[in-house]
């Protein structure tokens, strides 16, 4: 029955989290391009024979046109669902970049199809460019954090007289400093130091 293909795709992406990324279903997805491709024929012949009997499209309400105006807005409903899953799908991998980064580890990847795959890499590359003219990481805090200020605790010694922003920190091991949130965070995320909650 015609629609129901198209409906599975729609049914996929309510069927789980709205931020968990299912395998494409190119089975089903190549299904509904069948599909459109029949309605765009049985359309195209149907006008063909109203133009044969020289009736005016515009006009002519028999069995032809009913039909060609059926098969013309399943076409539409088919194309809708496909650009519906697609949209969906091309947010989800937005937002990884953004939470996971650029690069995607093997089980997401193999969830992605060639063009979801180059969708994201191109998406990332503008990410970096962007951040890279601004000179600035936006990624570090996808919540604007409330104070730009923390706490921290050395976890290795780092070295004296080190300059974060426009202070001089000695950073031995199980000292403990303020200091801006966007200085402390690559050495937070290297494993050298903590934000301390006292």
């Known amino acids: 029955m015609y629609g129901r293909t ?6 996929e992406l309510t069927s789980g989290e709205n931020d968990k990324l299912q395998s494409f279903n190119s089975d089903t997805f190549d299904q509904v391009i069948t599909e459109c491709d029949n309605h765009h024929l049985m359309l ?23 039909g060609a105006v059926v098969h013309h807005l399943a076409l539409l409903r088919n194309k809708r ?5 697609m949209y ?33 890499k191109n998406h990332s590359a503008a990410i970096e460019s962007y951040m890279s003219e601004l000179d600035l990481d936006l990624t570090v805090d996808i919540v604007p954090p409330k104070d730009p200020y923390i706490q921290v605790r050395v976890l ?18 199980n000292s403990v400093h303020s200091v801006r949130r966007s200085d402390a965070e690559q050495y937070i995320s290297q494993g050298l130091m903590e934000e301390f909650i006292g």
């Open 44 to 66: 195209q012949s149907l006008i063909r024979k109203i133009e044969e009997d020289q009736l005016d499209i515009q006009t002519a309400r028999n069995e032809d046109h009913f």
């Open 88 to 120: 969906n799908r091309a947010e989800i991998v937005q937002s990884l970049r953004w939470k996971i980064g650029p690069k995607l580890p093997e089980e997401i990847q193999e969830k992605l199809n060639f063009s979801e795959k180059e969708y994201f």
């Open 6 to 11: 198209a409906s599975q795709l729609l049914r």
């Open 156 to 173: 290795d010694d780092i070295g004296d007289n080190l300059s974060l922003g426009d202070h001089s920190f000695s950073l031995t091991k």
């Open 81 to 85: 669902c496909l650009m519906a899953y």
